[in-house]
């Protein structure tokens, strides 16, 4: 009888090469030393974890690794080649990992200095990726371009360099591209998203870096677009950017406002007093001039207004466009009658982004899903004229391809009014994201707990908005309706309380905003009462503390989460949660009784991986864990990764040696300015290596 040892090792080594679970193929390699040897010959990417003084612990086994990650090394954020508890040769170090990733092209690394980034292209100047990140200030000291000028004079191969997460000047960049014309021409992947920028990139400077880099295939730069300011970006910079670099495929030119992970108001219109100078003749040009384009986003933060005609050109201009995201631009489909126009004639659309639309409606959305019919994802935020009724309509037109949705800052579609918008493909839909704003969510669930005759009723509405629109399409929606009503209630399980629930079969993520102070418990009666193979979860909480008084409950609702059985990854992020971090004035609370309350009943939760942001207090640049926090997250007993965006006392932390088997835990300072350690009485090198090294005695059963 074959086994399969008999299998030729080259199809085993195809195999393990398709493998990308690094427990899967931990675990594949104790089988047997045949399996161990393929594991490591096939693997070409490793994430380093461990403290870089312990030169002993770096793993020499790994040789076919090309693509290595060095970022999260501890103590995270300090130098790597100059660790303040080892008196370790930088140099040293560096040619250790040399010898044991003789292979790496593509290098990620925590470079708080420009010594760092000197030292380690020495030992590969064969790298073709690189990607530098830094949330700590940049020297005013350091000379223009200290960072960049060694990475390209000594890397002739660089084709791809992603910059998103390092904080530099803007203007370090251009002149180093300028003087290392071969290497500039060279690069196909250039990242300049940088969340840091309080302006982004000048006009002047964009068009030097196109100038520079002419083969350029994927483009992401961060800048402004308010004329207000000197160096903004309008029509010229677009036409410089089309006519330098022709080759683009993918495309990102984002406001420096947009950058920012904050919900806008709601209540907004959607116009800005300003509007961008990009007018409606230079983005047909622009289309023109990028006929390879597969994906772009124009996030422009001012007003581009009566852009119909445009977004027409640029279905046929760009016949290879699949994913489109465009904030604040108007009248991208006017939806007049039962004719296709503007953003709805993009046929070939697999997702697309719709971001503060002043005059979007209902009927603008049905011609989207109309015209739009591939679409696999689709979102939409600060919308003020949609409604339910337009969202649900779209979603049955696309219900074959639609599995993602993201509704988001829309005056019209709360929690339970978003939930019922996607309500046609409930079954299908794996990765959704909705604001949790409670409007009468008690009165609907109610409602619905009676029988199913108001979700027959949501299902026959469409119809009505169809036959504004010709015989056809209301012949179409006929069928459609007919078919959703017989199959209506089987998305429905009987409860033991003789109610009826809705059955979310393939929600796998789903993303949640809510604001401070609001509680997470009505979630499961507003429609999300069944995810049997939800596995992760995202909540971002938002708001001012203070000046609020206390919550009338003790807890935010997390142990509410333990109703979906296969939950076991969660992304908790309070970063935004402004308070006092230190005293707060009388009938107030301070920051560390906001955590009590956010985080009371997490433990009730069977998470393996936690990424938690603790709130922070502006004034004084703190976001730290408090001890109230660090007893409760004490209390996740399944935990086996814990990343803490933040800073923490030591001994707050050894509260987190009470897990069993808690294996990877760090704190990542990734947020600008990230406090100078020196400076900081908090979790130092010091605190981290002793924390660190208590983890590590212990016995992890697995």
């Not at 997250?633 to 030591?650: D, M, V």
Request: proline letters at 4%.
């Amino acid at each position: 009888m074959a086994t399969i040892n008999d299998i030729p090792d080259v199809i085993l080594s195809n195999i393990f090469a398709s493998i990308s679970d690094t427990r899967t193929r931990n675990s594949l390699s104790l089988v047997s030393r045949k399996f161990m040897l393929l594991d490591r010959a096939t693997r070409v990417s490793l994430t380093l974890r461990g403290n870089a003084r312990d030169l002993f612990m770096i793993p020499t086994c790994f040789r076919s690794v090309t693509d290595l990650d060095l970022s999260f090394l501890s103590p995270w954020g300090h130098s790597l080649l100059s660790s303040p508890l080892s008196d370790t040769d930088p140099q040293l170090l560096a040619h250790r990992l040399r010898v044991a990733f003789p292979a790496v092209t593509s290098l990620t690394v925590y470079a708080r200095s420009p010594l760092t980034i000197k030292i380690l292209v020495q030992q590969w100047p064969g790298l073709k990726r690189v990607k530098l990140v830094r949330w700590h200030q940049r020297l005013a000291s350091w000379p223009i371009g200290e960072d960049f000028v060694c990475l390209l004079e000594q890397c002739e191969n660089l084709n791809w360099l992603d910059l998103s997460t390092f904080y530099y000047w803007t203007e370090d960049l251009p002149p180093v591209l300028q003087a290392c014309p071969k290497v500039s021409a060279s690069l196909v992947h250039l990242n300049l998203l940088t969340t840091s920028f309080a302006e982004g990139f000048k006009s002047q400077e964009i068009k030097e870096i196109t100038t520079a880099c002419p083969n350029l295939k994927n483009f992401l730069v961060a800048c402004n677009f308010d004329p207000r300011y000197i160096g903004f970006v309008g029509d010229e910079t677009l036409l410089a950017v089309a006519n330098n670099c022709p080759k683009l495929t993918l495309l990102h030119l984002a406001d420096t406002s947009s950058l920012t992970d904050v919900r806008g108001d709601p209540d907004n219109e959607g116009f800005t007093s300003e509007d961008a100078m990009v007018t409606k003749g230079t983005l047909v040009e622009f289309f023109s001039g990028l006929p390879l384009l597969q994906e772009l986003v124009l996030d422009v933060g001012r007003n581009v207004r009566d852009t119909s005609m445009a977004l027409e050109m640029l279905n046929s201009k760009c016949k290879d466009l699949r994913v489109l995201k465009l904030g604040q631009f108007h009248g991208i489909c006017l939806a007049i009658e039962s004719q296709l126009d503007g953003i709805a004639l993009c046929s070939g659309l697999e997702e697309l982004s719709i971001k503060n639309c002043g005059d979007l409606t209902d009927m603008g959305l049905i011609a989207i899903g109309r015209g739009c019919y591939k679409l696999s994802r689709f979102e939409v935020q600060g919308c003020k004229r949609i409604t339910e009724k337009g969202l649900r309509t779209m979603a049955c037109l696309l219900r074959n391809t639609l599995v993602k949705v993201k509704i988001s800052c829309c005056k019209n579609l709360d929690a339970v009014a978003s939930l019922r918008s996607v309500e046609p493909i409930r079954d299908r839909i794996q990765w959704l994201h909705i604001d949790c704003v409670w409007n009468g969510w008690e009165e609907i669930w109610n409602s619905e707990q009676v029988d199913l005759s108001f979700w027959h009723n949501q299902v026959e509405e469409p119809s009505r908005l169809f036959s504004l629109m010709g015989s056809e399409y209301d012949h179409e929606m006929r069928r459609k309706k007919c078919k959703y009503s017989s199959d209506v209630s089987d998305g429905y399980i009987l409860e033991n309380n003789g109610f009826w629930c809705k059955k979310w079969d393939r929600l796998q993520y789903l993303s949640l905003w809510i604001g401070v102070g609001e509680l997470l418990t009505p979630l499961p009666a507003a429609g999300l009462l069944n995810c049997p193979n939800l596995e992760e979860i995202r909540i971002k909480v938002e708001g001012d503390c203070r000046g609020r008084s206390k919550p009338s409950e003790r807890a935010f609702g997390l142990s509410s989460l333990a109703l979906y059985p296969r939950l076991s990854k969660m992304q908790l992020d309070c970063s935004e949660t402004i308070g006092y971090a230190l005293t707060a004035p009388s009938g107030q609370m301070d920051l560390s009784l906001w955590e009590r309350f956010f985080l009371n009943g997490i433990g009730e939760l069977r998470l393996s991986e936690l990424d938690y942001w603790p709130p922070q207090d502006r004034d004084v640049n703190h976001r730290s864990l408090s001890l109230p926090a660090a007893g409760l997250l004490a209390e996740c007993l399944q935990l086996r990764k814990l990343f803490i965006h933040g800073t923490a006392h030591e001994h707050f932390m050894m509260f987190l040696l009470k897990i069993p088997n808690l294996r990877d835990v760090q704190l990542r300072e990734d947020y600008y300015p990230a406090p100078e350690n020196d400076m900081s009485t908090e979790m130092r090198a010091g605190s981290c290596s002793r924390f660190e090294a208590a983890l590590n005695r212990r016995h992890i059963l697995d």
